[in-house]
C-alpha cells in the first residue's frame, strides 16, 4: 500500500509561483510512475505533468514551458514547480502514482487558486 499526501496549494495571483509537494509512504520501492493532475469544476480530470522511474518527463500543452515535475528519491517526494500561473491553472491538483502492477494511487488533493 501507498499513501500519497500533498501540500502546498493556495491563492497566487496571475504571473505568480506555486511548488506543490507530494510525499508518499509505504510501499514505494513499488512504484514506477508519478504524476500530477488537476481537476477544474465542470472538467474532467486531466493529467498535466509525470515523471518515469527512469526520470522521463512528460507535460500536457497548456503547461509546457511552466510547469515543472521533479522527484527526491531520498525524500520519497515529487513536486510540482508551477510559475508564470495563470487563472485557468486554477483547479485541484492531485498527486498520482502507479506500481510496477498498474495500480494507481491518488493523494487528497490540493486546492491552487490563481485570481488579482
Known amino acids: 500500500q501507498v499513501e500519497l499526501v500533498e501540500s502546498g496549494g493556495g491563492l497566487v495571483q496571475p504571473g505568480g509561483s506555486l511548488r506543490l509537494p507530494c510525499a508518499a509512504s509505504?510501499?514505494?520501492?513499488?512504484?514506477?510512475?508519478w504524476g500530477w493532475y488537476r481537476q477544474a469544476p465542470g472538467k474532467q480530470r486531466e493529467l498535466v505533468a509525470g515523471i518515469t522511474g527512469g526520470g522521463v518527463t512528460n507535460y500536457a500543452d497548456s503547461v509546457k514551458g511552466r510547469l515543472a515535475i521533479s522527484r527526491d528519491n531520498a525524500k520519497n517526494t515529487v513536486y510540482l514547480q508551477m510559475n508564470s500561473l495563470k487563472p485557468e491553472d486554477a483547479a485541484v491538483y492531485y498527486c498520482n502514482a502507479k506500481d510496477y502492477r498498474g495500480i494507481p494511487y491518488w493523494g487528497q488533493g490540493t486546492q491552487v487558486t490563481v485570481s488579482s
Open positions: 509505504g510501499s514505494t520501492f513499488r512504484l514506477n510512475f
